[in-house]
C-alpha cells in the first residue's frame, strides 16, 4: 500500500510494479472502471475492449486479463 494525491495511471503502475517485484506477475486484475482503467463511452455503461487505455495496453503486454467491476 502507498499514499498518493490522486489515483491515475502512473500510480496503478507503481502499484503493479510493487506488487510484481514482490510477489511476481499475476494473471488477472479486477479494477474499477476509472477512465485510466477503462474507456467506457456512456456514463454507468459498459467498458469498451476494443479501445484499451494505456494501463489496459500495459496489462495486455504481459498477458494480465483485465476484469472490470460492475
Not at 494525491?5 to 479494477?31: A, N, P
Not at 476509472?34 to 484499451?52: F, I, L, M, Q
Request: net charge positive; proline share 4%; with cysteine.
Amino acid at each position: 500500500m502507498f499514499l498518493c494525491e490522486e489515483k491515475g495511471t502512473m500510480s496503478s503502475f507503481r502499484g503493479v510494479r510493487d506488487v510484481v517485484g514482490s510477489k511476481g506477475l499475476f494473471c488477472s486484475i479486477y479494477t474499477d472502471r476509472g477512465s485510466h482503467c477503462w474507456h467506457t463511452p456512456e456514463a454507468g455503461g459498459k467498458v469498451d475492449r476494443a479501445n484499451p487505455t494505456q494501463f489496459g495496453q500495459a496489462m495486455a503486454r504481459l498477458g494480465v486479463e483485465m476484469v472490470p467491476a460492475y
